[in-house]
Structure formats: C-alpha cells, structure tokens
C-alpha cells in the first residue's frame, strides 16, 4: 500500500502580518498531484492543521477544499488529532479522523481504501487488493489531556500507557505506522 505521511500544516498562518493563504493553497495542490502521480493510497496527516483553534472561514474553507480533492475518488485520508471538524460526510469522502477520544473510525465504507478494524487509537487500513497496514494514532499529548486523565504517573509512562494500547491492537503483526 502506498502512503503518504504529512504534517504542520499551520493553515491561516500569517507571517509578519502577511496572509499566507494562497501559499498554502499552493502547497496543498502540489500534496494533491503528488498522490496523484505516485499512486498514493492512504494519507496520513499528523497534526496541526490549523494555525489556531479557532481558525479563519477563509482557512477552514481552503482545508474542506483542499482535503477532499486530497482523499478524491479512492482514497483514504487519516486525519489525526481534529476532533472539531469531524462529520459524518467526510467518512463518506474518505476522510477519517482520530481525535483526543480515540473512539474507533467507522467502518462501513465502500471505497476501495478504507479502515477494516479499529479500536481505541488505531485503525487497520486496506485496499482492494488485500495489502493491510496497521496505524497507531497518538493525538498531541497536551497539558490537557493529562490532566483529562488524573494520573500520577510521570510523562514518560503515561506516553509508553497511550502508546502500547494503540499498538495492542496490532493482532495481526501488520507493517505498522505510528502516527502523532
């Protein structure tokens, strides 16, 4: 399976006061034909979509554009840690987020690149053509999200606790990605 990792894509950045939209517009096409031309399958996004929480209509409007040529007829697009701009109709676009909950994607899709299982911060892809690859998904370990967990645990054991049950998953010892 071919796949395609990227990340920080900061949309709606602004450097020095200057808008940036159209370079990002420009960087997001140029992700596009590269999928295009290399046949990729999966995309992977691994965070920092937006510049800020809270982006501009301008920003969300170039990403809804921009993501769903990205995923176009066939492919999947595994968005990670972007709980605020989940919706049903991007399952059916095949695009797919895993947010800070972790809850499983869903897996009624009939695209020829799709999730077969999932579980709580993982999710096993696969094409047509029977290849499977396993991806365990770590959204951003913030402040908030420890705190979220009222655990006495130090920082290093609480990644490795998030990280071995995304990997438990992983039944089938599937070529795996670990995505964060």
């Known amino acids: 399976m071919r796949i395609l990792h990227t990340s920080d894509w900061h949309i709606g950045k602004r450097l020095m006061g200057r808008e940036r939209l159209d370079e990002q517009s420009d960087v997001l096409d140029e992700i596009v034909r590269i999928c295009d031309g290399e046949g990729v ?9 937006f510049d800020t929480y ?7 409007d170039l990403f809804f554009s921009k993501i769903k040529a990205m995923a176009g007829a ?10 605020r701009i989940e919706t049903a ?14 809850k499983p994607l869903p897996l009624h899709s009939m695209r020829k690149v799709r ?11 696969g094409n ?7 991806v365990n ?5 913030n402040e908030a ?8 645990l130090p920082f290093s054991e609480r990644m490795k606790k998030w990280i071995d049950e995304g990997e438990s998953g992983n039944t089938e010892r599937l070529p795996s990605v670990f995505l964060s």
């Open 41 to 49: 399958e999966l995309v992977l996004v691994a965070g920092d979509i």
């Open 54 to 60: 809270m982006p501009s209509a301008e920003a969300e």
């Open 74 to 83: 066939d492919r999947a697009v595994l968005l990670n840690g972007a709980d």
């Open 89 to 102: 109709l991007s399952e059916e676009l095949g695009i797919y987020v895993v947010g800070n909950s972790r």
């Open 115 to 125: 999730p077969l299982s999932s579980g709580a911060g993982f999710a096993v892809f």
């Open 128 to 134: 047509e053509r029977g290849e499977k690859v396993f």
């Open 137 to 141: 998904a770590l959204p951003y370990p």
């Open 145 to 152: 999200r420890f705190k979220e967990e009222k655990s006495d």
